[in-house]
C-alpha cells in the first residue's frame, strides 16, 4: 500500500487561504487519479475534489466550487487543493486519496481550523 503524505493544513482566519500538499511516499504520482476528502467532527467523511492522471479534468463538491482549486505538478510528484474564501464550515481533517494498483490509500489527514 502506498503511503500518502498530505502538508500544508494550519489555522486561518475566515476568508483567508490556504494550500494543502499530497504526495505519495516511494511511488510516481503521475499516472493516478486523486482526490481530497474531509471529515469534521461528528460527520462523515466527504467529498472535496478529485484530478484525473494528466490533470485536465477535474470535480468538485458543491459546496467548494468556485472557492477551491484541485491541481498537479507531475513533475513534482504532487497534488494541491488551494483553498480560497474559508469558511468555518470547512474546518475539518482533510485527506488524500488514490487507488494505487487497486489498492485505495489514504493519507494521514490534515488539519484545517477556520476561525470565524
Known amino acids: 500500500q502506498v503511503q500518502l503524505i498530505e502538508s500544508g493544513g494550519g489555522l486561518v482566519q475566515a476568508g483567508g487561504s490556504l494550500r494543502l500538499s499530497c504526495a505519495p511516499s516511494?511511488?510516481?504520482?503521475?499516472?493516478?487519479?486523486v482526490a481530497w476528502f474531509r471529515q469534521a467532527p461528528g460527520k462523515e467523511r466527504e467529498f472535496v475534489a478529485a484530478i484525473t492522471p494528466s490533470g485536465l479534468t477535474t470535480s468538485y463538491a458543491d459546496s467548494v466550487k468556485g472557492r477551491f482549486t484541485i491541481s498537479r505538478d507531475n513533475a513534482k510528484n504532487t497534488v494541491y487543493l488551494q483553498m480560497n474564501g474559508l469558511k468555518s464550515e470547512d474546518t475539518a481533517v482533510y485527506y488524500c486519496?488514490?487507488?494505487?494498483?487497486?489498492?485505495?490509500?489514504w493519507g494521514q489527514g490534515t488539519q484545517v481550523t477556520v476561525s470565524s
Open positions: 516511494g511511488r510516481t504520482f503521475g499516472i493516478y487519479a
Open positions: 486519496n488514490s487507488v494505487v494498483n487497486d489498492i485505495n490509500s
